[in-house]
């Protein structure tokens, strides 16, 4: 049920129970579980527009976190029949161990078109046929939604942890050295903010031969300084970023000290730690297959997304640069700062699931902690005078 009223009967295939929640689409045609898996679905029920799900199975070397955090699944057909030599459990089975609703059989294109038409909805799933529409309807117009929600302290971890798996197949340092990388002597040691963090951006930084500590989200500035970090990578996470003043203002006190790389809900608090605002988008990004234009090169990437807010470009002061911008709606998907070692995008490089496109910007990650290291070996006393200033 949608709060304008609207709803579907379907078939149940994973827990039981009635969940609240924000109704946003997936456009993705591959990559369920890690769809599933990614926090930044917290607080929401996902509606796969792909009509056929689950004949993969569920693996769990592929999940992106510890635990799903959505809401509900919604999907036209489960396939109760599993066709992978990877595969350890069936979706519906996983989905009720994971304690999360979904329902099948329902007409995913009419819920698309809806949330299209009116943008993002307050919705409930539920398996309860004892209930009416009417209370139905009462549960959910009186949920409070997203907006001004720290959804983050839901998602993130409760201590420090270090993370050492790469990517199986080590594609990243293919990728890199394709581009006349040579690995360091010594690994760059990254602290990664975990706003909500995707396991394969991890596995994306450690191929690309970094150290990685990651640190809650709370974690001040000052903290993460004591490391002596090469880089500090701002994550992905859900909710609305303006409801996170600790993590702009912590960011903000790394500028100039320190490389920054942020994406997704990490690009938009390091928009706003450089004096930018967010807003939100009317039905949100959420597939593999939105076209970015990368404006330094004209160079367009194929790229997957997870986001309902963006970065207002017209709010970012002239020390600030947009670099990419989404083909469809025009909206800034990556900025970086001309003077400081600081750039984000919006959209996923890391992919998992989606294609490798923009997996280059890991590599400017690296490159530009490599200048950052030069330096301060090089001109120790100008570094530290910067540091200061």
Same mark, same amino acid.
Request: aromatic share 8%; hydrophobic share 35%; charged share 20%.
């Given at each position: 049920?949608? =709060?304008?009223?609207?709803?579907w009967?379907?078939y149940?295939?994973?827990?039981?129970?009635?969940?609240?929640?924000?109704?946003?689409? %997936?456009?993705?045609?591959?990559?369920y579980?890690?769809? /599933?898996?990614?926090?930044?679905?917290?607080?929401?029920?996902? &509606?796969?527009?792909?009509p056929? /799900?689950? %004949?993969?199975? &569920?693996?769990?070397?592929?999940?992106e976190?510890?635990?799903?955090?959505?809401?509900?699944?919604?999907?036209? *057909?489960?396939?109760?029949?599993?066709?992978? +030599?990877?595969?350890?459990?069936?979706?519906?089975?996983?989905?009720?161990?994971?304690?999360?609703?979904?329902?099948?059989?329902?007409?995913?294109?009419?819920?698309?078109?809806?949330?299209? =038409?009116?943008?993002?909805?307050?919705?409930? /799933?539920?398996?309860?046929?004892?209930?009416?529409?009417?209370?139905?309807? *009462?549960?959910?117009?009186?949920?409070?939604?997203?907006?001004?929600?720290?959804?983050?302290?839901?998602?993130?971890?409760?201590?420090?942890?270090?993370?050492?798996?790469?990517?199986?197949?080590? +594609?990243?340092?293919?990728?890199?050295?394709?581009?006349?990388?040579?690995?360091?002597?010594?690994?760059?040691?990254?602290?990664?903010?975990d706003?909500? /963090?995707?396991?394969?951006?991890?596995?994306?930084?450690?191929?690309?031969?970094?150290?990685?500590?990651?640190?809650?989200?709370?974690?001040p500035?000052?903290?993460?300084?004591?490391?002596?970090?090469?880089?500090?990578?701002?994550? %992905?996470?859900?909710?609305?970023?303006?409801? !996170?003043?600790?993590a702009?203002?912590?960011?903000?006190?790394?500028?100039?000290?320190?490389?920054?790389?942020?994406?997704?809900?990490?690009?938009?608090?390091?928009?706003?730690?450089?004096?930018?605002?967010?807003?939100?988008?009317?039905?949100?990004?959420?597939g593999?297959?939105?076209?970015?234009?990368?404006l330094?090169?004209?160079?367009?990437?194929?790229?997957?997304?997870?986001?309902?807010?963006?970065?207002?470009?017209?709010?970012?002061?002239?020390?600030?640069? &947009?670099?990419?911008? %989404? !083909?469809?709606?025009?909206?800034?998907?990556?900025?970086?700062?001309?003077?400081?070692?600081?750039?984000?995008?919006?959209?996923?490089?890391?992919?998992?699931?989606?294609?490798?496109?923009?997996?280059?910007?890991?590599?400017?990650?690296?490159?530009?902690?490599?200048?950052?290291?030069?330096?301060?070996e090089?001109?120790?006393?100008?570094?530290?005078?910067?540091? *200061?200033?």
């Open positions: 049920m949608l =709060e304008d009223g609207s709803v009967h379907g149940g295939f994973g827990a039981e129970g009635t969940r609240v929640g924000e109704v946003v689409f %997936n456009t993705s045609m591959t990559g579980q890690e769809i /599933i898996t990614d926090p930044s679905y917290a607080g929401q029920i996902v &509606v796969m527009t792909a056929h /799900i689950g %004949n993969t199975g &569920v693996t769990p070397e592929d999940d976190a510890s635990r799903a955090f959505l809401r509900g699944f919604v999907v036209r *057909e489960y396939s109760p029949v599993v066709s992978n +030599w990877r595969a350890r459990a069936s979706l519906s089975a996983w989905l009720a161990e994971q304690e999360i609703v979904a329902i099948q059989g329902v007409d995913t294109r009419a819920i698309t078109r809806r949330l299209r =038409e009116k943008g993002s909805l307050r919705g409930l /799933i539920t398996t309860d046929a004892t209930r009416s529409d009417a209370d139905l309807l *009462e549960e959910v117009r009186a949920w409070p939604g997203l907006d001004g929600v720290d959804m983050v302290q839901t998602v993130t971890c409760a201590e420090a942890y270090h993370w050492t798996e790469p990517t199986a197949d080590a +594609w990243e340092f293919r990728q890199w050295q394709a581009h006349g990388d040579a690995a360091p002597a010594r690994p760059f040691y990254v602290v990664a903010y706003f909500g /963090i995707k396991r394969n951006i991890l596995r994306r930084l450690t191929s690309h031969g970094c150290r990685v500590t990651v640190v809650p989200a709370h974690t500035a000052e903290e993460v300084l004591a490391l002596n970090p090469d880089g500090v990578f701002l994550s %992905n996470g859900p909710g609305d970023p303006s409801a !996170l003043p600790y702009v203002e912590a960011t903000r006190a790394l500028l100039g000290r320190v490389p920054i790389f942020g994406i997704c809900l990490g690009h938009q608090i390091l928009g706003q730690a450089l004096g930018g605002r967010t807003y939100r988008l009317k039905f949100g990004h959420h593999g297959n939105q076209p970015v234009k990368y330094r090169t004209g160079h367009v990437e194929i790229s997957a997304h997870n986001h309902n807010f963006a970065v207002d470009p017209e709010s970012l002061p002239p020390d600030v640069e &947009v670099t990419h911008v %989404n !083909l469809n709606d025009g909206c800034c998907e990556g900025l970086r700062h001309t003077t400081l070692p600081a750039f984000s995008v919006q959209y996923h490089p890391e992919a998992a699931p989606g294609p490798h496109d923009a997996d280059y910007l890991f590599a400017e990650f690296v490159r530009l902690m490599a200048a950052h290291r030069q330096t301060k090089n001109v120790p006393g100008e570094y530290q005078k910067t540091r *200061e200033e």
